[in-house]
């Protein structure tokens, strides 16, 4: 759980009461005239910074602004020797033993030539978590607060999700690319920053390059000075040099759902965000073409955009700390008649039921029923994360 | 690595092919953010700066992570905070807030733009300065300057001059003692490594100095020559970003933002 009250809204009950009401209406009424998946402009731009491998930088409507810069480094892949062995030991110990059980007679020779024929072979890239750093920086928040390390958590989460990032970074098996995410919050954090956060990594990740290898195989690499013949670590369709495991992927993104009722609401403004019954921060990948996990039939049969769940995780919305307002049937102040009214079992019960145009902040925890129509509203073939998807798309790279 | 820049003397030209006085290449931008009461952004030269201003606000707690002026007296608290981005540099550093140079960078900016701002207009508040340093190739503090003055000025809050810096050097390192040693302005990475340097910040085109730092070994007779150098170098900084904020203004005014002739009255003297 994340909390987002990073700045108090002060609004009172009656406010929240109002909001609360005008969001629960069917169709949704936003203060801001929105639909409910309508998302508020952004202005993006990518490649600010040339000292880095890939930057950008997103300003979103209400005035928040993100800076992403990426850096890379060669990095001597250490473990590895160890990990080999510690990999391959138990598991040859395991087939053994089955063996035994199987069988009286044991091949130990089995295990040695496999371990042969891997070495012969072309090697698979392979990846490691380890391999990406990133680091938040929020103003007024230290660099260890609770807040910081969660959205930077949160994030690197999304992008390690299905270890096919990792892989991206390998040169050969003795080198990898070490990739550090900064991302900086040029303004103060005036809604939970979340989403645009995570929408300018995208965009920085998109804009990546890192410079053509000119060695091959396990020799200490060697790369090519000429950065207009760098690669895009995420390769754009039809784009040349593209090798068949990496092509049509997308950086993730991470967007801010929220619930009010039986409404899913997108992209919600601070206001919103006050009076939420629940909120989730749902972060989807891309896969295009005949990705191995897609189950979707694609009955339009033109190449659409396949999108996977990567992660989900609820964010503890600020309108759980919300003072309560209090109906006029126990309000002292209204009638005169509190101290009566306090003797009557009958109060007790209005304190804690709903009342009709009453504040009262939300308790327990989402519905499953709205989780699940959340995040199947936000995986919808031309819905939300679709519609975001393309519109980042359009961005072009500096 | 170190510079070779004995091939100085031979045309009189640095490695980045600039005369002795000559500035690198100025950008500057206000009001790059909507939500912010003054923002703007700088670069000098491949030192890319942004500044974000809010305030003067009521006294929250005071800032443990930022530099300050708290002091016992009625006058506004001007609290700023430098964020050194990991990727500014050409080898990602990644500097966290209790690093000592970035509060000295912190102290020295907040003492001189306290020193030079009207504080004492806005009693019992802060005004707090957030700036963050995207991309650094030397004199870092000088842009750092430049940049909480520009979005002062956009926040609109009323200040005696602007406080502007430049770094100064000299062509030949202490060791050398060389007699005839020039002085030069606007120091890039390079010559920051290997050349004696000083930042100074002017009030405006005046001689006034706000702030003098020289953390090199540096011969007291060169010094004069370098103080001289950076105020005329402030000078040319001093009239670039005047020209930023008037081209603001004039398209404020042009677009129909601002009123013409439309004059803000504040009582300065108090």
Redesign the interface.
């Known amino acids: 759980m994340a909390s987002t009250q990073q700045q108090h809204l002060l609004l009172s009950p009656a406010e929240l009461a109002y909001l609360h009401i005008t969001l629960s209406q069917q169709p949704p009424i936003r203060a801001d005239g929105r639909t409910a998946t309508q998302f508020r402009p952004l202005t993006a731009e990518t490649g600010?910074?040339p000292?880095?491998n890939g930057?950008a930088r997103v300003?979103f409507a209400?005035?928040?602004?993100a800076?992403v810069?990426?850096?890379a480094?060669v990095e001597r892949t250490r473990k590895q020797g160890i990990d080999y062995a510690k990999q391959r030991r138990p598991r040859n110990k395991q087939k053994q033993q089955q063996k035994k059980i199987a069988e009286e007679e044991v091949e130990v020779g089995d295990g040695e030539s496999e371990d042969g024929d891997e070495e012969g072979a072309v090697h698979e890239p392979t990846g490691d978590s380890d391999w990406v750093k990133m680091?938040v920086?929020i103003?007024?928040l230290?660099?260890d607060d609770s807040g910081t390390v969660f959205l930077a958590t949160m994030l690197s989460e999304a992008l390690l999700a299905d270890g096919e990032f990792a892989k991206k970074l390998w040169i050969n098996r003795r080198f990898h690319w070490k990739l550090?995410l900064?991302i900086?919050l040029?303004?103060?954090p005036?809604s939970y920053p979340l989403p645009l956060l995570s929408l300018t990594t995208h965009l920085a990740l998109l804009a990546t390059r890192l410079p053509r290898l000119k060695s091959e195989a396990d020799e200490d690499p060697m790369f090519d000075d000429d950065w207009a013949a760098s690669q895009f670590i995420y390769p754009r369709q039809g784009d040349d040099n593209t090798s068949p495991s990496t092509s049509g992927t997308r950086p993730p993104i991470t967007l801010l759902v929220m619930a009010v009722g039986d409404n899913i609401i997108f992209d919600p403004s601070k206001e919103e965000l006050a009076v939420a019954d629940s909120a989730l921060a749902v972060s989807v990948g891309e896969t295009t073409g005949d990705a191995d996990g897609a189950v979707d039939v694609d009955e339009e049969g033109k190449a659409s955009r396949n999108l996977r769940l990567l992660s989900v995780r609820t964010i503890d919305p600020p309108s759980r700390l919300t003072a309560p307002g209090i109906p006029n049937a126990v309000n002292a102040a209204a009638w005169g008649q509190g101290a009566v009214v306090a003797k009557d079992p009958g109060a007790r019960a209005a304190e804690t039921d709903e009342v009709e145009g009453v504040w009262k902040a939300p308790r327990g925890g989402a519905k499953i029923a709205v989780l699940g129509a959340m995040v199947a509203k936000v995986l919808e073939k031309g819905g939300v994360a679709d519609e975001v998807l393309e519109g980042l798309y359009g961005v072009e790279l500096g | 690595m170190p510079l070779d820049t004995s091939t100085y003397d031979l045309a009189l030209l640095r490695v980045d092919g600039r005369r002795w006085n000559e500035l690198r290449r100025l950008d500057g931008q206000i009001r790059t953010?909507?939500?912010?009461d003054g923002s703007s952004y700088l670069e000098m030269g491949?030192t890319?700066v942004?500044c974000?201003v809010?305030g003067p606000s009521e006294d929250k707690r005071r800032g443990q992570?930022s530099a300050s002026t708290a002091t016992g007296s009625n006058a506004a608290d001007v609290a700023v905070?430098v964020?050194v981005?990991?990727?500014?540099s050409?080898?990602?550093k990644?500097r966290?807030?209790g690093d000592k140079r970035i509060q000295e960078l912190q102290t020295t900016i907040s003492k001189a733009l306290a020193s030079n701002l009207h504080t004492h207009l806005y009693p019992r508040s802060t005004i707090s300065i957030?700036l963050?340093v995207?991309?650094q190739d030397g004199s870092l503090l000088a842009a750092l300057i430049n940049a909480s003055t520009l979005a002062l000025i956009d926040a609109g809050i009323p200040m005696t001059d602007y406080l502007v810096a430049c770094t100064a050097g000299s062509t030949s390192s202490y060791a050398a003692n060389d007699d005839r040693a020039d002085p030069l302005v606007d120091l890039n990475n390079q010559e920051e490594q290997e050349l004696p340097f000083l930042t100074m910040a002017t009030l405006g085109a005046t001689d006034k100095v706000a702030v003098l730092v020289c953390e090199s070994r540096v011969q007291v007779s060169r010094l004069e020559g370098m103080m001289a150098a950076a105020a005329d170098a402030c000078k040319g900084v001093r009239d670039f970003l005047d020209q930023v904020i008037r081209e603001k203004g004039h398209k404020m005014v042009t677009e129909g933002t601002i009123e013409k002739g439309a004059s803000m009255a504040i009582e300065i003297d108090a």
Not at chain 2, 85 to 88: E, I, P, Q, T
Request: with cysteine; hydrophobic share 30%; aromatic share 4%.
């Open positions: 600010i910074l000292g880095t930057s300003c209400d005035g928040t602004e800076v810069g990426i850096k480094e680091t920086e103003p007024g230290r660099d550090y900064d900086i040029i303004s103060s005036l | 953010q909507a939500a912010a491949n890319k942004m974000v809010s992570t905070s964020v981005a990991g990727f500014s050409v080898d990602r990644k966290g807030r957030s963050n995207l991309s």
